[in-house]
């Protein structure tokens, strides 16, 4: 007990540090980039303090794995460097047991951290970017091409999505049972508001009867133009859901017969992330325990650097290039952190064999 608590106390006290230091930056540099914004719009200084302050959770997020590399290496490694592991040795306590005992303090920490963060960064975040979007009187979402739905037997395209459920640009096309093309609708603008969409400037062109017939309203509501969830669906960045809103949007989506990879990615991606952090940190074991464990403290950060980017370099586009090629999202999310449990498992067994016999 008394090993397990100064480790865990080591341990603890190189990852505040770490995040500390490492959200600070990061809300620096954030200020320092939203401030290019400034008075443009409604986004005055005021605006932009809110939020960075409300972006401070997902700062946090971001992160932690990294302070958790980085706190390690910089605590364990001023270990390493004193030898208390080799008197922890001396004293019958195997390199095995000491790593057992540190990353099953980083799995629990880090499961506690995720847990607590999925409740709170998703409500922040998204009060954060509605705040800006808002301000700044810009599209939540935006392709030039337009974006495509489908809604039951309607094909929808959107050509701009604003906060607060605005569209504009809409155009819609809807077909019969047999596929033929029934109607066409044109619409400059919707606005989701009490379980109704209220459409403005609609043209409505009816092809199903002859003659052609075309109609225009200024206005009209509509209670099945395209269901809120789709646009939610589409516009929310993967840090403003929570697990709970993802397992909805799938068995939205599953209920609609539409692909669900990219939400079961996200799903998957938040299930596995205790475990990927310390996926990361035992790739840096070796530079604690192995040879390089007298190393000094900047190029151990260095490395520490080094490991953090290309782990998550590497665990970023595999899973998308899966996606792509149609694997399935587990599989694509869990591949890349099989490969580098591997990896770190044969540089951990060439370190020690080559510095600690």
Known sequence: MILNFYLFKRFLLGLLVSLVVLVSLEVFFSFSSEMKYLNEGNYHFNVILKYIILSIPRSIETMFPYS?????????????????????????????????????????????????????????????????????????????????????????????????????????????????????????????????????????????????????????????????????????????????????????????????????????????KPLATVIMLFLAMPFIFGRLRSINTSKRLVIGLFIGIVFFIISSILPNIGLIIGINPLISVMSPLIVFTILGRYILKYQLESGLR
Do not use: C, H
Request: proline share 2%; glycine share 2%; net charge positive.
């Open 68 to 272: 958790v590399l980085i706190g390690t290496l910089l605590s364990l490694g001023a270990m390493a460097a004193d030898m208390e592991f080799v008197a922890m040795q001396s004293a019958g306590v195997s390199i095995r047991k000491i790593l057992t005992i540190i990353l099953l303090q980083t799995f629990f920490i880090s499961s506690i951290f995720y847990i607590v963060v999925d409740s709170v960064v998703p409500k922040f975040s998204s009060k954060a970017e509605s705040m800006r979007n808002n301000a700044l009187n810009k599209q939540s979402y935006f392709d030039k091409n337009g974006t495509w739905f489908k809604n039951d037997k309607s094909f929808i395209k959107i050509s701009e999505i604003y906060p607060d459920n605005i569209i504009k640009g809409v155009s819609v096309y809807t077909y019969d049972d047999n596929n033929l093309l029934t109607t066409v609708s044109y619409i400059k603008s919707a606005r989701f508001d009490k379980e109704k969409w209220n459409l403005v400037d609609v043209i409505k062109i009816d092809l199903s009867v002859i003659p052609i017939t075309k109609e225009r309203f200024k206005s009209m509501l509509s209670d099945d133009l395209l269901d809120i969830k789709l646009i939610n669906i589409k516009t929310n960045k993967p840090y403003s859901l929570s697990l709970r809103d993802v397992r909805r949007n799938i068995k939205y989506l599953e209920s609609n017969k539409l692909d669900t990879s990219i939400q079961e990615k996200i799903f998957w991606d938040k299930i596995i």
